[in-house]
């Protein structure tokens, strides 16, 4: 409700931008507070008579905020390059050398996250030119957090197929993942468990998981899974074909959106 409220509030001023001609709206600081509120009555009468206009203005301001967003989040992902593509901390899978590179925020407890792991799977095996970067965003709270950080200490010891072979064993763990559940996977596939407990505890793995939770912030991700081709942001599990999609556009002209 309160939402919903916002957003009439910030449509009806939109609403008055847009239906005030422009030189009234370069004069309309010396409106005296009288010809202010009968222009304000005007458009309130307006909307009374024609509610159905706000539904209109209300796709045109989300129109303009999702432009701004990505042109925002466009801007983050050209100053935060180095870290999103070249941490020592992230997952690399896939071609290491390739050509394109495919950035996943994930939280080893989003469903969607599940769910997307098939679509990189299939990317990976189908595009033998393509990176993959996975980054440890555990927004879901304490368990997640704990699970990461497993699973970045993990990294000390495992690398490429083996590396993402435990990444997927923790993702496809049924109910909720913890550290418990995370360690438990890796006791499985022969860690050296000692190492690992004292890796977790480091002050590294501390300020890779800082880092990431920090860069998710800079790009303005809601949730996960989050993806990023390019210079483009795209949230949620998307499915197989746009993220293909997206990645043969930044072959063919370098951007993920051809146009």
């Given at each position: 409700m309160r939402s919903s409220l916002l957003k009439i509030g910030q449509?009806?001023?939109?609403?008055?931008t847009l239906a005030m001609p422009p030189v009234?709206?370069?004069?309309?600081?010396?409106?005296?507070?009288?010809?202010?509120?009968?222009?304000?009555?005007?458009?309130?009468?307006?909307?009374?008579?024609?509610?159905?206009?706000l539904t209109e203005v209300i796709a045109e301001l989300e129109k303009r905020q999702g432009e701004a967003q990505q042109v925002a989040q466009a801007g983050a992902v050209k100053e935060t390059?180095?870290?999103?593509?070249?941490?020592?901390?992230?997952?690399?899978?896939?071609n290491p050398s390739g050509d394109v590179t495919l950035v996943e925020f994930f939280d080893y407890n989003c469903g969607y996250c599940k769910k997307a792991l098939?679509?990189?799977?299939?990317?990976?095996?189908?595009?033998?030119?393509l990176r993959v970067v996975l980054k440890d965003f555990p927004v879901l709270g304490p368990d997640s957090v704990e699970a990461s950080r497993v699973a970045l200490a993990v990294k000390?010891?495992?690398?490429?197929?083996?590396?993402?072979?435990?990444?997927?064993?923790?993702?496809?763990?049924?109910?909720?993942?913890?550290?418990?559940?995370?360690m438990t996977v890796a006791k499985e596939m022969g860690l050296d468990m000692a190492r690992l407990q004292k890796d977790i505890e480091s002050a590294e793995i501390r300020n890779a998981l800082q880092e990431n939770m920090a860069l998710g912030d800079k790009l303005s991700l809601s949730g996960t899974?989050?993806?990023?081709v390019g210079e483009t942001v795209i949230p949620g599990a998307v499915g197989l074909e746009p993220l293909k999609q997206l990645v043969d556009?930044?072959?063919?002209?370098?951007k993920a959106n051809c146009g």
């Open positions: 449509a009806v001023a939109l609403l008055g009234a709206m370069a004069q309309s600081s010396v409106f005296t507070n009288q010809q202010k509120q009968a222009i304000g009555e005007i458009v309130k009468d307006y909307l009374l008579k024609n509610p159905e206009v390059r180095q870290s999103l593509l070249n941490a020592s901390h992230s997952y690399v899978v896939g098939a679509d990189v799977q299939t990317l990976m095996k189908s595009d033998p030119k000390n010891q495992l690398q490429g197929g083996k590396l993402f072979d435990y990444h997927v064993k923790v993702m496809d763990t049924r109910g909720r993942v913890n550290g418990e559940r995370a899974p989050a993806f990023i556009n930044v072959r063919q002209c370098g």
